[in-house]
């Protein structure tokens, strides 16, 4: 293997770990603050590649544009599937999964009528190409990268030091509590929602250029957003970037030297997790 | 014999006399997949009875059908012997998945289980030359000739359908009246305190996983020696969805919640005579439904109604 071969695998598996990162992340923020397995999230991701395709190719919207409107979008759809049918469930734990699968299947199978199974793509925005360290790389993976870190240190940033982000950090750490200081459970919810929303929508705008937009991409991102948040820990934003990073590395590399068998790759690193740190590399036992 | 005991009896023999009133292969076939549903979904509500929702079921229904397809096109074994196998590999299956996932409170059940399903599918899609591949085995052979009954038209296949989904009920209201079943629901009423009175809240949940997976391999059996076709696309994520959905929206309070609900569920896209893709968009539609207006499910709509008109 030489070096620019390793480069150009190694710059792979961060762009498809950001990418996990992007997904898991909104996923993990759902389950850490409101105790929901979303699995709504993966379908939120696809409706945000469809709708930088349909703004990109169908209405000529610039894509950065795009990009914004698709995390908007996605963000206020976020609002109301909470509104209308999370909320109603939120104490309880099974039920409130069981709409949110009720939700994934609604917005999956509508996606499929809708739009056909046939795969779309989104015209490169880049097309140039880099050479790093004797690798070609394509800019267009560089600027997802990019893009990808800058909004995973916004999210960061934001839960930190923000009014918000430290309200939302206390209703996960003892909800009663919260709102006995006086902070809106509700609101912190719905803003929980709009962001974690927000994150999928602008994943799928991220890497509807770079791979083909179909209405099956949903099931296929909450089940990595699971592997992800399992390995990293359930709630945990850290855990989420170290997961993510690493389910992409492994991905990348199993890739070019074990082929087809790396999609199992994955649950057996789940597997053994569970075995031996069953809290996740960034849980909390 | 109480009333209860008669109505029972009545439904048995309804179900035994069908073919006697309709030969029609249509909806034969409707029953048939009414009773490979049924068979299958009460696993789900066996393991839900211990609270724990597992969201990967239709695996264990193909590992039974690849398990009985191998047994019998391969090793060359009898229908009669590779179908209770089928669903004693499922079972074991379900143990090494079970082991590890069952230790852990809270959701991580749901989750490996859902994780677990697709890597199935993956196996199955990577291993054409054992499994298939995409394109799926054909020509699995029907069960072999019993007490001179051949499986050539769909009445067998009906008899043996409602027989195995007899035992299966038989099996479920057994272990619900028994010791076992009593242990099931104190650990889903509350699982630290069946701990905290001794009880292996673990070894029961895995045994509860066990026992509904057998279920699951079975029907699976049966479904690829019926249709005499297995691929990859019947044991999707969404299957195994759907399972689950079944008995919330027939109710999981009750033993007649799978069967009520893989009816009507399999019944309304036929009513609607709609293409397989709006399937989904149906399913997911009736359940957000049945969530918010009917919690316990079908099973408790004749109460409602009756509750209703009383008042």
């Not at chain 1, 939120?90 to 999964?97: A, E, G, T, V």
């Not at chain 1, 880049?126 to 070609?136: E, N, Y």
């Not at chain 2, 009669?80 to 809270?106: E, V």
């Not at chain 2, 539609?285 to 919690?295: A, D, N, R, V």
Request: charged share 10%; proline share 4%.
């Amino acid at each position: 293997m030489t070096f620019a071969f390793f480069v150009q695998v190694f710059v792979n598996g961060l762009m498809l770990g950001l990418t996990y990162v992007l997904i898991a992340s909104g996923f993990s923020l759902i389950y850490g603050i409101m105790r929901l397995l979303n699995f709504a999230h993966g379908e939120f991701y696809m409706l945000g590649a469809f709708a930088t395709y349909l703004l990109c190719e169908h209405l000529g919207v610039n894509y950065f544009i795009a990009l914004v409107l698709s995390m908007v979008i996605i963000a206020v759809l976020g609002i109301l599937v909470y509104r209308f049918f999370f909320r109603p469930f939120r104490d309880q734990h099974d039920p409130s999964l069981v709409i949110a699968l009720g939700i994934a299947m609604l917005i999956g199978g509508l996606g499929l009528l809708v739009f056909g199974e046939k795969d779309k793509s989104v015209s490169p925005v880049f097309s140039g190409v880099v050479k790093i360290l004797g690798a070609t790389l394509s800019l267009e993976r560089i600027v997802v990268i990019l893009m990808a870190i800058l909004l995973m240190a916004a999210l960061t940033l934001y839960i930190k030091f923000s009014k918000t982000g430290q309200a939302m950090r206390a209703v996960a750490q003892d909800r009663e509590a919260a709102a006995l200081q006086g902070i809106g459970v509700d609101s912190t919810f719905t803003l929980c929602m709009a962001i974690s929303s927000a994150l999928a929508g602008a994943a799928g705008a991220l890497l509807a250029p770079l791979f083909f937009v179909n209405p099956f991409l949903g099931m296929h991102a909450v089940l990595k957003a699971l592997v992800v948040v399992v390995i990293g820990g359930l709630g945990s934003i850290p855990g989420a970037i170290a997961g993510g990073l690493l389910l992409g590395f492994v991905e990348s590399f199993g890739n070019t030297f074990l082929g087809d068998i790396t999609e199992i790759l994955g649950f057996i690193m789940v597997m053994i997790v569970l075995l031996f740190r069953p809290q996740g590399l960034f849980g909390h036992g | 014999m109480g009333r209860r005991g008669l109505k029972y009896l009545i439904l048995t023999v309804a179900l035994i006399a069908v073919p006697a009133f309709t030969q029609d292969p249509y909806l034969l076939n409707l029953l048939i997949t009414t009773g490979i549903w049924t068979t299958s979904v009460w696993g789900v509500r066996l393991i839900m009875s211990t609270g724990q929702l597992t969201l990967g079921h239709a695996a264990y229904m193909a590992v039974g059908a690849y398990a009985s397809t191998l047994l019998t096109m391969k090793v060359g074994l009898s229908f009669w012997l590779a179908f209770p196998l089928a669903g004693l590999i499922s079972s074991f299956i379900a143990l090494l998945i079970g082991y590890p996932t069952l230790r852990i409170k809270g959701v991580y059940f749901s989750i490996i289980t859902f994780a677990f399903a697709e890597i199935i599918r993956l196996i199955i899609v990577h291993w054409p030359s054992l499994l298939g591949g995409y394109g799926g085995i054909p020509n699995i052979p029907a069960p072999s000739p019993i007490l001179s009954v051949s499986f050539t038209s769909r009445i067998p296949f009906y008899y043996l359908i409602l027989a195995i989904s007899l035992i299966t009920y038989l099996v479920m209201v057994r272990m619900e009246k028994s010791r076992i079943g009593k242990i099931f629901s104190s650990i889903h009423e509350s699982d630290t305190l069946a701990e905290s009175i001794g009880i292996n809240i673990m070894k029961y949940k895995i045994v509860a996983f066990c026992i509904g997976c057998f279920f699951a391999g079975l029907s699976g059996s049966f479904y690829a020696h019926y249709f005499n076709f297995t691929s990859p696309e019947f044991f999707t994520i969404w299957q195994s969805i759907y399972c689950l959905i079944f008995v919330i929206v027939g109710g999981a309070g009750s033993v007649w919640g799978p069967p009520i609900g893989s009816l009507f569920m399999t019944l309304v896209p036929e009513l609607l005579r709609v293409a397989r893709e709006y399937e989904p968009v149906i399913y997911a539609i009736i359940l957000i439904l049945i969530m918010f207006l009917l919690p316990s499910g079908l099973i408790t709509l004749p109460a409602r109604l009756l509750g209703r008109k009383t008042h």
